[in-house]
C-alpha cells in the first residue's frame, strides 16, 4: 500500500528565505507523484508532478522538486520565499487505484 | 474553460439527518473523485466515479454513499449524520481518473459541512 509523510506540520521562514517542504513516499509500484497547495478557505491546486523522466520537475509560483528513488523523498523547495507563498502544502501518491496525501505542512512566511 | 464547481459551500445539519452535495467537473472531465478533509484525520480519500460507474472506494462506512449523472455531474450523499461528519468535502475531476495515474486532478472549493 501506498503512503506518504510530510515531515514538520508547520514550516516558517523569512520573505525572501529557501523554502524546503519535505516528503517521503512508499509505493509497491513506480511512483507518480504530486505537490499540492491549499489556500484558506480554497481547493487544493496543483504545483507540480512527477511522472517519468527527468527526476527534477518544476512547477508554478517558482517552485520545484526532485524525485530521489534511492531516498524515496520528493522534497518541495522554492529559492526565495514570498508573502503569498503562505499556505498549506500536500504531498501526494497516485497508484492504480487512488490518491494517497500527506497531513500537509502548514507555511508561514514571516516579514 | 470553468472550473470545478460545488454547491452548496455552506451547509448546517443535525445529527440524524441526511445531506446530498453536488460537485460539476470541469467540462470534458469524466472522472469525479470526492475527499473529506478534517484537521484530524486530515485529506481522505472517499471515492472516485468514472462514466458513471463507481471506480474506486476508500474506507468509508456504507453512509457515505456517491453516484455521477451521464452529464459527468457527481452528487455525495451522506445518510444518519453524526458529529464526526463535520469536515470539508472536497471534489476533484480529471480527464482519466486516479486509473490514469499521470492524470492530476483539479479541486473545486469544497463544500463545508457542519454537523450539530
Known amino acids: 500500500a501506498q503512503s506518504v509523510t510530510q515531515l514538520g506540520s508547520h514550516v516558517s521562514v523569512s520573505e525572501g528565505a529557501l523554502v524546503l517542504l519535505r516528503c517521503n513516499y512508499s509505493?509497491?509500484?513506480?511512483?507518480?507523484l504530486f505537490w499540492y497547495v491549499q489556500y484558506p478557505n480554497q481547493g487544493l491546486q496543483l504545483l507540480l508532478k512527477?511522472?517519468?523522466?527527468?527526476?527534477l520537475v518544476k512547477g508554478i509560483n517558482g517552485f520545484e522538486a526532485e524525485f530521489k528513488k534511492s531516498e524515496t523523498s520528493f522534497h518541495l523547495t522554492k529559492p526565495s520565499a514570498h508573502m503569498s507563498d503562505a499556505a498549506e502544502y500536500f504531498c501526494?501518491?497516485?497508484?492504480?487505484?487512488?490518491?494517497?496525501f500527506g497531513a500537509g505542512t502548514r507555511l508561514t512566511v514571516k516579514p | 474553460k470553468a472550473g470545478v464547481t460545488q454547491t452548496p459551500r455552506y451547509l448546517i445539519k443535525t445529527r440524524g439527518q441526511q445531506v446530498t452535495l453536488s460537485c460539476s467537473p470541469i467540462?470534458?472531465?469524466?472522472?469525479v473523485s470526492w475527499y473529506q478533509q478534517t484537521p484530524g484525520q486530515g485529506l481522505q480519500f472517499l471515492f472516485e466515479?468514472?462514466?458513471?460507474?463507481?471506480?474506486n472506494k476508500g474506507n468509508f462506512p456504507g453512509r457515505f454513499s456517491g453516484r455521477q449523472f451521464s452529464n459527468s455531474r457527481s452528487e455525495m450523499n451522506v445518510s444518519t449524520l453524526e458529529l464526526g461528519d463535520s469536515a470539508l468535502y472536497l471534489c476533484?475531476?480529471?480527464?482519466?481518473?486516479?486509473?490514469?495515474?499521470?492524470?492530476?486532478?483539479?479541486f473545486g472549493p469544497g463544500t463545508r459541512l457542519t454537523v450539530t
Open positions: 476533484a475531476s480529471s480527464l482519466e481518473g486516479t486509473s490514469g495515474r499521470a492524470s492530476e486532478q483539479y
Open positions: 509505493s509497491s509500484v513506480p511512483p507518480y
Open positions: 512527477y511522472t517519468t523522466g527527468a527526476t
Open positions: 501526494a501518491v497516485s497508484d492504480n487505484n487512488d490518491m494517497r
Open positions: 467540462s470534458g472531465h469524466r472522472s
Open positions: 466515479y468514472f462514466s458513471e460507474t463507481q471506480r
